[in-house]
């Protein structure tokens, strides 16, 4: 949250209190779409907190208020569902106004947002923002299946949009996803009792136009963001590397023969065994949608919460022995032992399974993502000696890969981790029907649930104790390096600690539920045992101590959630975040960052720090990490975001390669050949002695400082050409291997000709313009071209130049277009003395005449301008925004007017 998702609110925050709608990202990258990359969350509307007040504020209270939305949302799905299950209870005895089924809702209440695998979610405000909304969205949902209304309807549509408007679209496509098989699996059961000649009367059919119903309003209530996510997706570096689907292999086995051959490389080419970069980095893609899957054996955390170890601010984690251990998601999937109890001693009830259960069942299947059938087969294979199958992985088989294979599009979606709260939702919502009175009969079997894991627990506890369990772990920590690069070696005593007290835990909150259960559950008992004797006299003693069980089974809950939650919960001194404002008319100054996740002291990794977390943190403040260079308004060019542009992702995967390929005596002229191309002022590294920038004089002694290396001469961000070449844009440089030719013919000339390329249009549309202005396709080789250029304006999603050209030339601005930059040219007023400053905006100026922005070199923008003396403005304005505003509007008006309808005011 710290690095990534704290500056960029913050830096946005400060855009929308300045005033206006910050739509173009001008300091990542070579520019970024704002509500193309779906994780700012711009139009969300609880982002205006950070409108409102300082960043760390505002992101206590985002964090906080979430929590909350999360938990009172699973407390009025647990409602409904004990009325649809028919298993409200009667009035309760020890308050007037709250039924036992309300009691026993409270758990859910308490269990969803306590839960590991949501409460963790604070570190990633996007995912939090969709585990917050999906009790929402699936109550609705299911609700509007069974008994449809235009309130339901409206909060299922309402729980999808803000899901998606807070940034986590994949959470409101995976809600929808469930809802919709659990409709067809309804439909299917009744079919199949209509075959059987079964009543059926009883089984209400379950309702499909409600369901979609919400579905398309949510589409509409959140088209401001899914309208630019949808333009932006269609040019990022996951839609061309993402694993290929079902359809996507159909498609290229129809044109395979069809297909010419491929043209060889312009510039050289690699050995067939080689691969470049780029190639490398998109099967890595491929890889990473199965990345942060669940290993089964963390499900041992439902029944101890800490059994896996700690991570920080000391290495504990004792999982990372297990070979095939994957990269973490969150702490532990620790929702409380009372869910575990109530799962495993429901289906032992005289019930049948209900969608609860499902959805448990569903959320953990789905998150296993890499652990498939391949995975077993390998294990298999690799346990009698035979080979494994080339193009068999790990992932298939498994529930997630028959989403990626099967749904289209699902492979630009990542992490099968983000079905977790769906398991966590299902397991609350399943402990308020245990809890309530008309599931007491099931009682007696959680009790027997709750023994049997109190002897597994002490059974394990002793095991711990072992000499032999100890030699055994300080054996496999000795085969191998189970180091961490922020936390520090493998410490087997923390993780015995952290392992024995989790134990412990369980065993003390075992043995409390298995008695509290165990009489709970009696029908024919001696309640006096529980009562005080003055109450001992009649049968409502009996009741009494009853009514009780679900207030105590509560109370034990709250300290077990209390403890698990105070372990997880990361926190470190409030330092002063310096965030420095843009100078007003000047482009942000460009750095090339060359730190990464593994450039950090080495005595980190080789030990221990109560202050650990303390100085990663502020040593990510100071190097810049991730996204810190937002805090003081400085461009990086290679910056992480989370969804990149394809083109700028094979920039520089292209760049290294190319520089690979060179002698190494041309290496370092081409690096600083680029560097001045891109107008970067300096690059930004780990190196002593260290030139200290803005930020923190207080703490820097905890770690180690950036240091500034200065490029030589930076071209500007905004440039003349006099000359200027048309690509062959037959495949409309839609393909990555036509981007990577043109790349690499463009490497060539900047190390020729030290940076001063000259620029490649993509000419498709360049024919037309020409016919209609008259311009050259390239200025005639004697014809002159002292051009003077001059940046009169600059905003992020606004630029004003000053051209006075005695010839027709091309202005190129180093800033992507990713297709709704616009541009218009008016005459310039000829000073009326030597020196005086040019009046661009007087009333008897011509009007503005529309220009097109062509795109550049992949990674550019250019515009024609005519010869004379011209003000050029270059406005980001994309398409979406006014389709978007109308949509969200005329949805929100249709809603109103719907419920002013059914219910007139009275």
């Known amino acids: 949250m710290s690095q990534f998702y ?68 699973a407390f009025w799905v647990a409602r409904w569902a004990s009325q649809h299950e028919r298993l409200s209870a009667q009035p309760s005895g020890t308050s007037g106004s709250i039924r036992r089924a309300d009691l026993a809702s409270l758990a859910a209440a308490v269990i969803y947002p306590a839960a590991g695998p949501v409460f963790f979610l604070y570190t990633n405000p996007p995912f939090l923002v969709g585990a917050a909304w999906l009790p929402w969205a699936v109550g609705a949902m299911l609700r509007a299946i069974h008994r449809p209304s235009l309130g339901v309807v409206t909060v299922g549509s309402l729980g999808l949009a803000m899901a998606i408007l807070g940034g986590d679209p994949q959470t409101a496509f995976h809600a929808a996803l469930f809802c919709g098989l659990y409709w067809a699996t309804l439909r299917g059961r009744a079919y199949w009792k209509r075959l059987s000649q079964q009543n059926e009367a009883v089984v209400p059919k379950p309702q ?58 312009p510039t050289r080419s690699a050995p067939a065994e080689k691969t470049t970069p780029a190639q490398r980095a998109s099967v890595r893609h491929a890889t990473d949608v199965y990345d942060y899957s669940i290993a089964p054996w963390h499900w041992a955390e439902f029944a101890s919460p800490f059994v896996s170890g700690e991570l920080f601010p000391v290495n504990g984690r004792l999982t990372r022995l297990i070979p095939g251990e994957p990269r973490m998601w969150t702490l532990t999937l620790y929702a409380g032992l009372l869910p575990l109890i109530g799962l495993l001693a429901g289906p032992l009830a005289p019930r049948r399974w209900t969608v609860w259960q499902g959805l448990v069942v569903a959320g953990l299947l789905l998150s296993l993502g890499d652990f498939g059938v391949g995975r077993l087969l390998r294990v298999g294979l690799q346990a009698v000696g035979l080979p494994m199958p080339a193009d068999l992985s790990d992932a298939a088989g498994g529930s997630y890969w028959w989403l990626v294979t099967f749904v289209p599009g699902y492979g630009q979606f990542r992490y099968p981790a983000k079905w977790l709260p769906f398991a966590a939702l299902g397991a609350a919502v399943w402990t308020a029907l245990f809890l309530s009175p008309s599931m007491r009969h099931s009682w007696r079997r959680g009790g027997c649930v709750a023994w049997g894991i109190c002897l597994a627990a002490v059974a394990a506890f002793a095991i711990s104790w072992l000499p032999g369990f100890r030699a055994v772990l300080e054996a496999r920590i000795a085969e191998g390096d189970y180091a961490d690069r922020l936390w520090g ?163 520089w995967h292209e760049a290294r390669q190319y520089a690979f390929e060179l002698p190494a005596a041309d290496r370092g002229r081409f690096v600083e050949s680029l560097h001045r191309y891109l107008g970067i002022a300096a690059t930004v590294d780990r190196r002593e002695p260290a030139l200290v920038p803005p930020p923190l004089p207080a703490l820097a002694e905890l770690t180690v400082r950036p240091h500034f290396t200065p490029v030589r001469d930076p071209l500007p961000l905004v440039r003349w050409h006099s000359t200027w070449s048309v690509t062959n844009d037959q495949q409309r440089l839609s393909s990555t291997e036509q981007i990577r030719s043109e790349l690499h013919a463009l490497f060539g000339e900047i190390l020729a000709r030290e940076g001063a390329a000259s620029p490649r249009i993509e000419g498709s549309e360049l024919a037309t313009e020409n016919s209609q202005s008259g311009d050259p396709g390239e200025s005639p080789a004697g014809s002159a071209h002292a051009a003077r250029v001059r940046l009169l304006s600059w905003r992020p999603e606004r630029l004003q130049i000053l051209v006075d050209a005695p010839a027709a030339g091309l202005v190129t601005v180093q800033q992507l277009q990713d297709g709704f930059w616009k541009a218009r040219i008016r005459p310039a007023p000829v000073p009326t003395r030597e020196g005086a400053a040019a009046r661009v905006d007087s009333r008897d100026e011509p009007r503005w005449e529309q220009r097109r922005v062509h795109r550049v070199d992949a990674i550019a923008q250019g515009v024609l301008v005519p010869p004379g003396r011209h003000v050029l403005e270059i406005y980001y304005r994309p398409a979406w925004l006014v389709p978007g505003i109308f949509i969200t509007a005329s949805t929100i008006v249709g809603l109103l007017f719907c419920g002013y309808r059914i219910h007139p005011p009275q």
């Open 6 to 73: 704290l500056p960029l609110y913050g830096q946005l925050g400060e855009r929308m209190a300045a005033g206006g709608l910050p739509l173009w990202n001008p300091w990542d990258r070579f520019g970024v779409p704002v509500a193309g990359e779906t994780t700012t969350a711009i139009f969300y509307p609880p982002r205006l907190l950070f409108a409102w007040l300082p960043a760390d504020d505002a992101m206590t209270l985002y964090v906080v208020g979430h929590l909350l939305i999360a938990g009172s949302g």
């Open 208 to 265: 499909l136009v409600p369901l979609l119903a919400c579905v398309l309003l949510a589409a509409g209530l959140a088209s401001l963001q899914i309208l630019p996510g949808a333009a932006w997706s269609l040019q990022s570096w996951r839609r061309a590397t993402a694993p290929p689907s079902i359809y996507s292999r159909m498609a290229s086995a129809i044109d395979a023969p069809a297909a010419p051959a491929e043209a060889p490389h």
């Open 489 to 651: 070696p493998l410490s087997l005593a923390t993780g015995l600690h952290r392992l024995r007290w989790s134990l412990w835990l369980t065993i003390m909150l075992a043995a409390s539920y298995g008695w509290l259960l165990r009489r709970g559950g009696q029908q024919r008992s001696r309640p006096q045992r529980m009562v005080p004797p003055r109450l001992r006299s009649h049968g409502a003693a009996r009741r009494l101590a009853r009514a009780h069980c679900v207030p105590i089974a509560l109370a034990i809950l709250l300290v077990d959630l209390g403890c698990s939650v105070s372990w997880q919960l990361a926190t470190v001194p409030r330092f002063t975040v310096a965030s420095a404002e843009p100078t007003a008319n000047e482009p942000p100054r460009r750095f090339l960052s060359r730190v990464n996740s593994q450039d950090w002291p080495s005595h980190w990794q080789r030990t221990h720090s109560a202050d650990r977390l303390r100085e990663v943190e502020v040593a990510q403040r100071q190097l810049w990490f991730l996204r810190w260079h937002l805090a003081d308004s400085a461009a990086v060019t290679n910056s992480a975001v989370s969804i990149a542009s394809v083109r700028s992702t094979l920039f």
